[in-house]
């Protein structure tokens, strides 16, 4: 079990129970279909407010917690109970075993398969339990509760994208597109068709206009290049990032190396000069 603590006051206390009800919740849904109305209600707050304090306190998404807890719980069950792959995927909402399989490898870097001979650690992401004391202050954490402040603030930041600037914005966002895979186009141009403002994403359009994700992307302005690093990525499958950009042809990509902070990491020079700091956690 994870502990989280954070500095005692009347407001905290309340905060506790509250967000401690919300994870045993998640635990009894583990695999079953989990309401985040139902969860929002134990924490007598908002689904907007649960959803941004969740992640404030626990520097990850309420979502990708859930996500994290039944993958772990279902490693337990496929390497102490010899739960068959098909078996797992059912019991833990996933609507097949490759999906399943899928999720598996990205969070732990193997398939579901191997678990069962106990050749590799699989690193348990346990349940969080919220604990307000006043120890946290040697943390950083202020007097008045960070997370009241910030649940009464009435704004929070929906997207922090890098700002890319280039002279031939066409260009660039080609190769975006023909090098990385991407997707995006020049949104904006003036009275004589020169771009203004562009956009690059790894996804396809459609799923921001659907409302079925947040952008995650490159906002661009023609401007002269600023060379050196202009963006900072955090990706998921670096290994094949590094492949498919080779694969296009473009050579100006440093192996993928390890960092002191716990991820693999890579850099791409694009094709005005800029850097490109691809990263992956461990």
Excluded at 176 to 197: C, N
Excluded at 229 to 236: A, E, S, Y
Excluded at 241 to 252: H, P, R, S, T
Aim: charged letters at 25%.
């Amino acid at each position: 079990m994870i502990l989280i603590t954070i500095e005692r006051g009347g407001e905290n206390l309340d905060w506790q129970e509250k967000m401690n009800r919300v994870t045993d919740y998640i635990e009894t849904t583990l695999t079953g279909d989990f309401d985040i109305k139902t969860a929002a209600a134990l924490a007598e707050c908002s689904v907007w407010e649960l959803q941004r304090v969740f992640s404030f306190l626990v520097h990850v998404s309420l979502g990708e917690y859930i996500r994290l807890r039944r993958l772990s719980a279902a490693a337990q069950e496929i390497r102490v109970c010899s739960l068959k792959i098909i078996d797992a995927a059912v019991k833990y909402g996933y609507d097949s075993p490759t999906a399943f399989s899928r999720a598996f490898s990205q969070v732990y870097g193997i398939p579901p398969s191997s678990v069962r001979n106990n050749k590799f650690f699989l690193k348990p992401y346990p349940k969080i339990s919220f604990d307000f004391n006043q120890e946290a202050r040697n943390h950083g954490m202020n007097k008045q509760s960070d997370v009241k402040t910030y649940s009464e603030r009435g704004y929070y930041v929906r997207e922090n994208a890098p700002v890319y600037l280039t002279e031939d914005m066409d260009k660039s966002c080609k190769w975006f597109r023909d090098v990385l895979g991407w997707y995006g186009e020049v949104v904006a141009r003036d009275e004589k068709g020169i771009p203004e403002y562009g956009c690059v994403f790894d996804y396809p359009g459609e799923m921001i206009v659907a409302n079925l994700t947040p952008f995650k992307g490159i906002h661009m302005f023609t401007g002269k290049p600023s060379g050196g690093v202009v963006g900072f990525i955090l990706i998921q499958g670096i290994e094949a990032f590094y492949n498919l950009v080779k694969e296009n042809g473009w050579d100006q990509i440093t192996d993928i190396r390890q960092v002191p902070w716990g991820a693999k990491e890579c850099r791409i020079t694009t094709i005005d000069g800029c850097v490109l700091r691809i990263s992956e956690a461990i």
